[in-house]
């Protein structure tokens, strides 16, 4: 039992020093001398997918390819590109597969707007759903009673009573 | 029970007309649910992640002028390969344990004489390529050292070996990821090859 907690403890001791938070500090990259510039570079890494190691970001990643293409997006952003420029630098390489952030175009729309339009008819379906049964809820309650049928059950309950 | 004009519809006259298109619903909604599942696990079991479509395909070749390998004459520009008609161009290195494997593939391509093979020696110590080549014999038309990767960068390279296809105007019309084998070469390089009449 004791041997079970001390393995515990160790297992979640071994996944804090490897937090993704303490990759960076692998990654020997010269920094931009501008501090503005290179925030820019660092938050452009995080949104770049490394070829190599496709889940990570570049900024994540130790592959070789990931560093040089760090040092290229800083290279750009110092030659003065904006953020998308860089964006198309690479992606006029790599295609959008470098883009952890999909772009909003005509062929991504499915990607971007399907999940609020299926979300929409969803509860569009459930809305109808709900109106029509209590619709009919309200129509299947009997008819009001007519005079005659009034005096009929008043006369019969007068009976039972009697 | 004897309907009469104007009385409202009974129970039983409202599930008749709404049955239909309430089992339609419950068809509709799991086939289309069906057909999404499908697509989606196609896509997961035969799609291939590590397999990044290039951006290049049916564009010019990248510019470029790289120095040789040392002990060899020529260097390699983008122009050698603009001139040289149809022709392959083949990203390796030293390091790189499947180039080794593809190797005996490209020196019976280049025995065969079918077409410049271009070399780009991606990020690899000149002096091991050298030897590398030297031991193993030499495929390569012109091979272009490329120290820093910059070049293979612009050529949308990230992992080797690459090979690309061009096309007798300098276009890229294919790019083979990974180990070129024998079957690839047959039945996908080459007839397009001879396709573009090279």
């Known amino acids: 039992m004791r041997l079970t907690a001390l393995a515990v403890a160790v297992l979640i001791l071994a996944l804090v020093l490897h937090a993704p938070g303490a990759v960076h500090a692998f990654s020997a990259d010269e920094a931009l001398d501008d501090p503005a510039q290179e925030t820019r570079a660092l938050k452009l ?74 979300f929409v008819a969803g509860a569009g379906g459930l809305w109808f759903f709900i109106v029509r049964r209590r619709k009919r809820g309200a129509e299947s309650a009997p008819a009001p009673l007519s005079e005659d049928e009034r005096n009929q059950v008043e006369s019969m309950s007068r009976d039972d009573v009697g | 029970m004897t309907q009469q004009n104007g009385d409202p519809p009974t129970d039983e006259m409202r599930e008749e007309t709404a049955a239909p298109r309430r089992r339609l619903v419950f068809i509709l909604v799991p086939a289309a649910f069906a057909v999404l599942a499908a697509v989606l696990a196609w896509q997961l079991l035969t799609g291939t992640p590590d397999k990044i479509p290039s951006a290049l395909i049916d564009k010019s070749i990248p510019q470029f002028d790289l120095q040789p390998i040392p002990g060899w004459d020529k260097g390699l520009a983008s122009a050698d390969i603009e001139r040289g008609g149809v022709s392959l161009v083949n990203v390796f290195a030293s390091w790189c344990g499947p180039c080794r494997v593809e190797h005996p593939l490209l020196m019976d391509i280049a025995a065969q004489d079918l077409l410049p093979i271009w070399g780009l020696n991606y990020k690899d110590q000149p002096k091991d390529a050298a030897s590398w080549l030297q031991q193993l014999g030499d495929p390569f038309t012109q091979i272009g050292s490329d120290l820093s990767g910059r070049v293979g960068i612009n050529w949308g390279v990230y992992g080797v070996p690459e090979t690309f296809v061009i096309d007798g105007q300098g276009r890229i019309v294919y790019k083979h990821i990974g180990v070129l084998t024998r079957r690839d070469w047959d039945e996908k390089l080459l007839p397009l090859i001879e396709n573009l009449g090279g």
Do not use: M
């Open chain 1, 45 to 118: 890494h995080d949104e770049l997918r490394c070829p190599v190691c496709q889940g990570q970001a570049i900024s994540d990643s130790n592959a070789e390819l990931a560093r040089d293409l760090r040092r290229i997006v800083r290279e750009r952003i110092a030659a003065g590109d904006s953020d998308d420029a860089v964006f198309d630098y690479l992606t006029d390489r790599y295609s959008d597969f470098i883009l952890l952030r999909p772009r909003v175009k005509p062929a991504n729309y499915v990607l971007w707007f399907g999940p609020v339009l299926v």
